[in-house]
DNA sequence: CTTGACAGCTAATGAGCATTAGCGTATAAT
DNA sequence: ATTATACGCTAATGCTCATTAGCTGTCAAG
């Protein structure tokens, strides 16, 4: 890998850590094994590294969202699809998802690092908005209106739906990431989570 | 009010907006109306100061939960209390809970600190959770579990009923921190997420 | 072989930072 | 009246930081 790349992985590394204004360039340098003057030969400064963070990851996270997005087509797909959803589907989904979400050093250092600075700027604070609640719910929105469609689920407003849903799991999150020695336990919670929400809505009455 | 709580004021304002290590004493002092040496005869430190912070809230904080769970003594008290829940008690204790969160200046800029605080030290990560989840999630688990022996709502496990119904209320209001100018907006969605919630887990059972 | 871009280095610069030393003044206690 | 304490100030110290200047070696293109 290449010194620029090596730069950016270290210094989000490190701003994720203790935030921006607490990591020094000296630090980035060393972390990557050169001397910080030799930092500007790649970089125009340490502003400059943190911007290339967001550029690097801007493109990523394109391409991590269509991967998933694609299987939603347009419009009205076949109805079978999403009529053939069930809890285990719905928890294996989100299982692979959070895992993703925790252990890709990348997208977990950058949640952090926008977790951290989201106050810093109205931008940061309309990429955490956009990213990690926006973006999910708006998915999830569209996989409920469908599902009501497919008759799986009841029928109530999908906006609401996908915010009862997506808002624990975000929470979870979280959690997973200021205390990560409790994952196994919160993943049990996550999947409890899941199934319930999926009793509570599907079209089977639930037996008192 | 004395110089010594107007920095811990000031501190907190910009700790809030910045964030620590962006914030310099000279502001700090500049904010205050005093110049940097004299905060030394207060504090022994920038670091004093943002503990002192902390120290401070801890004694607020607690007279503030106390407030609110004073309503909910040892056990079981009178099941009719709870029995009279409604989707409109609900809404109203929320919408002054947010309200009050929002627009109390100390405790909104106290929140918004911690989370952007909260990866700097175990403790802090600590602190988050425990105010910021675990408190709120186990008074709500304690609700439900009473409106659940009250007949009001179907009985489903407690502590995911109040991670349900806790963690839209928080991501919204941190929709609100970042987005303040949404408000009215955010309030809206987060009765309608009340009314949902409420509708769903009553005993009265759903019309098709 | 020469040239020039590339990517590292050391040394230096200048700004900002937290903090300390030490002084003056006012107010409250003796 | 004297003294001590509290609290403000200016000046200075020493550290860290981001950044620049300028040097050196490498290596591919001409």
Redesign the pocket.
């Known amino acids: 890998m290449g010194?620029k790349q090596r730069i950016l992985r270290e210094a989000l590394r490190l701003f994720s850590q203790k935030g921006y204004d607490a990591?020094?360039?000296?630090q980035i340098a060393d972390a990557v094994g050169?001397?910080?003057?030799?930092l500007?030969?790649?970089y125009k400064?340490?502003?400059d590294i943190f911007d290339a963070i967001f550029e690097e990851t801007a493109k990523r996270y394109g391409e991590f969202t269509d991967s998933i997005s694609v299987h939603m087509g347009d419009s009205d797909q076949d109805l079978a699809v999403f009529g053939a959803i069930t809890a285990d589907t719905l928890a294996e989904k989100v299982r692979s998802l959070i895992a993703y979400s925790l252990h890709d050093e990348f997208v977990s250092q950058l949640r952090r690092l926008v977790t951290i600075e989201q106050f810093r700027s109205p931008e940061l604070s309309a990429l955490y908005s956009q990213r990690y609640v926006a973006q999910i719910q708006q998915y999830h929105e569209g996989l409920f209106r469908r599902m009501i469609a497919a008759s799986v689920i009841r029928r109530e407003d999908p906006e609401l739906l996908a915010l009862m849903y997506d808002a624990p799991i975000l929470l979870l999150l979280g959690e997973c990431d200021r205390h990560p020695e409790k994952e196994q336990e919160i993943m049990d919670t996550l999947e409890g989570h899941v199934r319930l929400f999926y009793r509570l809505f599907s079209k089977q009455p639930p037996e008192e």
């Open positions: 010194t990591v020094s360039v000296e050169i001397k910080a003057p030799s500007y030969k790649h400064g340490k502003r």
